[in-house]
Nanobody, 115 residues
């Protein structure tokens, strides 16, 4: 099983990025998937999640700015991030848990919001 994040980078405040989480060895269409982030010197936090039934949830700080979605044909989950703020700077990870209870994480992708 492998999760690979991509799409991070350096963006100015107010800009947008779309992160991708591509999976192999596991179907992201049947499991819930979460996007987490870990800012420098801080703990990792759940930013957005999508259930197997496509229900979504967001941490308050990103509501109305971020959107999580999945493409079953590409076995990929996305995080569209708009109106980015310096406080969004972090390493972003995707995560899923199989029915057997195994947690899988990607390697992370760096998002830096700076002028």
């Amino acid at each position: 099983v492998q999760l690979v994040e991509s799409g991070g980078g350096l963006v100015h405040p107010g800009g947008s990025l779309t992160l991708s989480c591509a999976a192999s060895g596991i179907s992201l269409s049947i499991y819930g998937v979460g996007w987490y982030r870990q800012p420098p010197g801080k703990e990792r936090e759940l930013v957005a999640g999508i259930t197997s039934g496509n229900s979504t949830n967001y941490v308050d700080s990103v509501k109305d700015r971020f959107a999580i979605s999945r493409d079953k044909t590409k076995n990929t989950v996305y995080l569209q991030m708009n109106s980015l703020e310096p406080e969004d700077t972090a390493v972003y990870y995707c995560q899923t848990t199989s029915w057997e209870g195994n947690d899988y994480w990607g390697q992370g992708t760096q998002v830096t919001v700076s002028s």
